[in-house]
């Protein structure tokens, strides 16, 4: 009967007790071990300098199109810069993404790049190993910081530290069913749009025998369901936090109306509800919806559905501000040749010319303004209609939400007071005291 | 010499001390187990370990962290969340184990003879169970939307009106209960089918022959015959359904409202959403205590009233 | 396959062929049996036909809301698809080699202890076994980052033996066959040890032979958690050519759009080898001799 020698694995087990987990590492003492040419401890490097040749790794969660085009851009940079390779990896979806670049960090041994969520960006900043890029962008005037939107430039920045380079930028516009309004009766929607004419619409547009809804709305209560209200508040006048950001802004009148807005839509049945899965999108795709406010992300499979679609911007009560969802490459320090890689790397990428390679291929927008005047633009403005509304859009994203810690606690519990709305479980004023204090209380705490 | 002394002296000396040991039940026990106990501790208990000193800190698992000593646990006492999301775990249990347990036996009574096509009953009953989290997920949330699932279809054509199942706060946990018991069955299901192979026919013929109806045979031999697999998986299902997360992930993601958070999602937004890694250990520690509690009970329980056939 | 042991037992247990099941009491052609399980299976396998014919159905089809349960056209090609959009038969192998040594793991320590606490009194025999149950007290994730600090230090991140050494024994099977080898009869046990038998001679001769059905259970399980195991192998493996089964079919899901059709097409694919896996261990679910001894 085979037995596993169980001699090597107490050895082991004895090793660790005596040297121990540690659950966050300072970081200090890789960079030596990078930097010196030798491979870092274990069998798969996860990049290393050799006599002038550098590996970095990045770490992205891209799949099918972006997939496809990152390689592409990968690959294309690999050839031009023999000195460097970079080795792309997959790294899961959405949340697991977090677990997974948490756990890298607790091993102390994080991936040179990584796309992180721009709402994590506060709490990533506080990790030590995370590289400050003002160092990089002040040695180098060419590389242009005001060029990215300010939106984008916002959420890439905590307190004095840029810590990131904008990777994806986006933002929300109204998405409508031209058949539908025909069908109804109404005129289409126009860039000067108000919120009365976009309720009036959404209302004439339900009709329950026909399942079919004026409006949808994200309502799982996550940042899907914040984003779209702070927009509303924005376009109200209102504003997230007070001015010294210690307590909540937006129970003010702007808040209660944008609240009130959608009471009133969902007393008429007009929204479609969706639970976080984004069935609206199929469900728009079917004919069922007469407006979305969406961003560019949805645009490829509606220009295949069958649906005749418009694109303009979000209806103003007293402007047209939108919001913009920025997300962040991030890079870690693992010795300084890597370091440098890496900033040839993002550089590189996020220049205008290959970021305009990268739009056209993918259909995201571009991250940088002076993108808009290159010869290829035309192009890719006409190969995804309607993508040049969201992307002129970009000036519209004047306001972020607060780079604070806090804030995915913040986000909680305005989807709770928005969820509780839509489900027509409490009422406007109701809702947002309720949440203003919760806020208040989450702001008072160390 | 005598023909009684032919046994050699050797015979009454006792064997040496060393033989003894060696081949005492203790060091057997101790050696049959130390495969399972190097693995087990280096892979689970001193994870777990690491994990109650994480809840003695403050750390959003990035920064490097520092001792807060009970503070955690002091919070955790006056956080009306964390009640609530206790609430929504007891309930969920209270519902989820007898139900299943007593559909598999059901089932599984069901599912051991011999009738032509059993093969596919089972191996149909078994397709949930390997069916993955996200895969359930997406087919319930279609099934059960409000506005074009197919249920809602379904129990319109009886009259009944639009229900918003997931979607309403009052009605979510129960879909969750269902969900997950559709989904857990056939795990349930195999390992009674599996103890039920263990009861000899013999046993039930003589039963019937002596006179007794299917079901007094059935309460009287089958079901105290199954007393240590029903044991194993009430507490198997206890300690799960104390655990649930990964089905309230893929559909309701704690809401509508709150009303589907139970502890392990609390615990996981607070560690990876809200960056709180301390806070979420602390959780996952109360948690722990509170199902090795529940658990000794059940096996305390067990222990009088099971009967094991040796 | 044998259920005889290998000690000659007492005739007074003669061996039953398997006798057929009596006819139902009714006047139904068939057993009366089916009226129940037919719909009960119909419930049950609402899944996999759903996910069959969405699998076979165009890309726009697929994402129609509400689903269209008639699909106007097969595209079988959405198989080979599937296959091709990600290196599939590589995360088919890894998968297979991660799930077939977590079983034999588990088949062989899980048996080793639980012969032990379910037939060896040893010093702290009780207190060991409420030790090792109470390791499944707590959620992965709590201990996922302790984990891969611990697979770490091994040296064994990225590799197939970093993915499957933390799974290679569970409480879980120790506390299941504990509950199974307490139900067998201690006397064909006993009469091995009088004939001077080692206890590891009496576990592999005795007591497993006649534990199959609980053995082929914890296989099934055991292979089911493992191939369909993914957040432990997303935190470990940092590669493609060491990605799972599962890995590989997250990146059939975009953030925001999913390509229904292939995904559906590649779960159903993989979860073949599990039903195969299931079928095969149907034949272990026949009758053992096990006796319970009772007079």
């Known amino acids: 009967m085979k037995r596993l020698s169980l001699l090597p694995l107490i050895a082991v087990t004895l090793a660790l007790a005596a040297c121990g987990s540690s659950g966050s590492n300072a970081g200090g003492g890789n960079a030596s071990g990078s930097a010196s040419g030798a491979s870092t401890q274990g069998p798969t490097p996860s990049g290393g300098s050799k006599s002038g040749h550098t590996t970095i790794t990045v770490w992205q969660g891209d799949t099918q199109t972006e997939a496809a085009a990152f390689k592409t851009l990968v690959a294309e940079f690999n050839r031009t810069h023999p000195s460097i390779t970079v080795n792309s990896q997959f790294y899961g979806n959405s949340d697991y993404a977090l677990q997974k670049v948490l756990a890298a960090i607790a091993g102390g041994k994080p991936p040179d790049i990584s796309y992180l969520y721009g709402s994590w960006a506060p709490n990533i900043a506080t990790n030590p190993q995370l590289v400050p890029l003002n160092k990089f962008i002040d040695a180098d005037p060419s590389f242009n910081w005001n060029d990215f939107f300010p939106a984008e430039r916002k959420v890439a920045t905590v307190g004095n530290s840029i810590i990131g380079i904008p990777a994806l930028v986006d933002n929300l516009a109204l998405v409508y069913n031209k058949t539908l309004f025909k069908q109804a009766g109404i005129p289409l929607p126009t860039a000067t749009w108000t919120w009365s004419q976009f309720e009036d619409a959404a209302i004439k547009l339900t009709n329950a025998a026909k399942k079919q809804f004026g409006w949808a709305y994200v309502n799982d209560a996550s940042e899907d369901t914040v984003w779209r209200y702070w927009a509303m508040l924005w376009q109200a006048g209102g504003s997230i936090l007070s001015p010294d950001g210690k307590q909540a802004g937006f129970d003010s009148a702007a808040g209660i109306k944008a609240m009130t807005l959608l009471q009133q839509l969902t007393s008429h049945h007009a929204i479609y509800l969706d639970n976080g899965s984004d069935n609206y999108l199929s469900v728009f795709q079917n004919g069922h919806i007469g407006m979305l406010w969406t961003g560019p992300w949805d645009l490829a499979q509606i220009i295949q559905s069958k649906v005749k679609y418009g694109v303009t911007i979000l209806p103003a009560d007293q402007n047209h501000q939108t919001i913009s969802g920025p997300d962040n490459w991030v890079m870690f320090n693992n010795g300084s040749a890597r370091e440098q890689a890496a900033w040839t790397f993002l550089k590189w990428l996020t220049s205008p010319a290959i970021d305009l390679q990268w739009v056209t291929l993918t259909g995201d927008l571009p991250v940088r303004a002076s993108v808009s005047q290159l010869p290829g633009y035309k192009k890719y403005v006409a190969k995804y209609p309607g993508i040049g509304v969201w992307a002129d859009n970009l000036n519209n994203a004047t306001q972020a939400r607060p780079q604070t810690t806090k804030y995915p606690k913040i986000s909680t519990t305005i989807g709770q007071a928005v969820q509780s709305v839509l489900l027509g479980k409490a009422d406007p004023k109701q809702a947002l005291s309720q949440a203003a204090q919760q806020v208040n209380g989450i702001l008072a705490a160390p | ?310 | 396959m044998s259920v005889q042991p290998a000690v000659s037992v007492p005739e007074r247990f003669p061996r039953l062929p398997d006798a057929p099941a009596p006819r139902g009491r009714g006047r139904l052609p068939f057993s009366g049996w089916h009226l129940v399980l037919a719909p009960v299976a119909a419930i049950m396998l609402v899944p996999l036909v759903w996910m069959l014919i969405v699998s076979l159905e165009s890309q726009q089809q697929a994402t129609s809301f509400p689903p269209q349960l008639i699909p106007s056209s097969v595209h079988l090609g959405n198989y080979s698809a599937a296959w091709n959009a990600v290196p599939f038969g590589r995360f088919f192998i890894n998968s297979l080699l991660y799930s077939a040594a977590t079983v034999a793991g588990n088949l062989l320590f899980c048996s080793l202890a639980a012969y032990a606490f379910a037939r060896i009194r040893f010093f702290g025999r009780e207190v060991l076994f409420v030790v090792l149950l109470a390791t499944l007290m707590v959620p992965f994730q709590v201990i996922l980052i302790p984990t891969f600090l611990i697979v770490k230090n091994l040296g064994l991140v990225d590799t197939l033996g970093g993915l499957i050494m933390p799974n290679l024994c569970s409480a879980f099977g120790i506390f299941m066959l504990r509950q199974f080898f307490r139900t067998l009869p201690i006397e064909l046990e006993e009469a091995a040890r009088i004939d001077g038998t080692s206890r590891l001679g009496i576990l592999f001769k005795i007591v497993l032979p006649l534990s199959l059905p609980a053995l082929a259970t914890l296989g099934i399980i055991q292979f089911m958690w493992s191939w369909n195991d993914f957040l432990w192998p997303l935190i470990i493996i940092q590669s493609q050519t060491h990605d799972t089964l599962q890995l590989g079919l997250s990146q059939l899901q975009g953030a925001h759009f999913t390509q229904w059709n292939l995904l559906m097409a590649g779960t159903l694919m993989s979860q073949i080898p599990m039903l195969a896996a299931f079928l095969l261990a149907q034949r272990w679910f026949i009758r053992s001799v096990a006796f319970t001894g009772i007079k």
């Not at chain 2, 009953?125 to 989290?133: A, E």
């Open chain 2, 1 to 310: 010499m005598s023909a009684h002394s032919a046994t050699p002296l050797a015979v009454h000396r006792r064997p040496s001390l060393l033989k003894r040991v060696i081949a005492s039940d203790h060091l057997a026990g101790w050696a049959f187990v130390t495969p399972a106990v190097i693995l087990i501790a280096v892979f689970a208990i001193i994870p777990i370990g690491w994990s109650a000193l994480l809840s003695l800190q403050s750390t959003n698992l990035i920064a490097p962290a520092h001792y807060v000593g009970l503070a955690n646990y002091r919070a955790l006492t006056k956080d009306p969340a964390f009640r609530s999301a206790i609430g929504h775990t007891v309930v969920y249990t209270l519902l989820f184990v007898p139900i299943s347990v007593g559909g598999a036996l059901a089932l599984a009574v069901a599912l051991n003879r011999k009738i032509r096509g059993i093969r596919f009953y089972r191996l149909a009953v078994f397709i949930p169970l390997v069916t993955s989290t996200v895969a359930t997920g997406i087919i319930f949330l279609w099934l059960l939307d409000p506005t074009f699932g197919l249920v809602n279809y379904v129990l319109n054509l009886v009259g009944i009106p639009q229900q918003q199942f997931l979607q309403d706060p009052n009605q979510a946990l129960y879909c969750i209960v269902a969900m997950t018991v559709w989904s857990w069955l056939g795990f349930d299901v195999i390992i009674y089918l599996a103890a039920l192979q263990g009861i000899p026919e013999d046993l039930l013929e003589a039963s019937e022959m002596d006179g007794a109806s299917r079901w007094s045979t059935f309460r009287s031999i089958v079901l105290p015959l199954l007393g240590p697999a029903t044991l194993f998986i009430v507490v198997w299902s206890t300690i799960n359904a104390l655990q649930l997360f990964d089905e309230i992930y893929v559909t309701t993601r704690g809401g509508p409202l709150g009303s589907t958070t139970v502890i392990v999602y609390y615990l996981y937004q607070q560690a990876f959403q809200f960056f709180n890694g301390g806070y979420g250990a602390a959780i996952a520690m109360v948690l722990f205590l509170a199902i090795l509690i529940v658990t000794l009970l059940q096996l305390w329980v067990g222990r009088r009233r099971v009967y094991y056939t040796s």
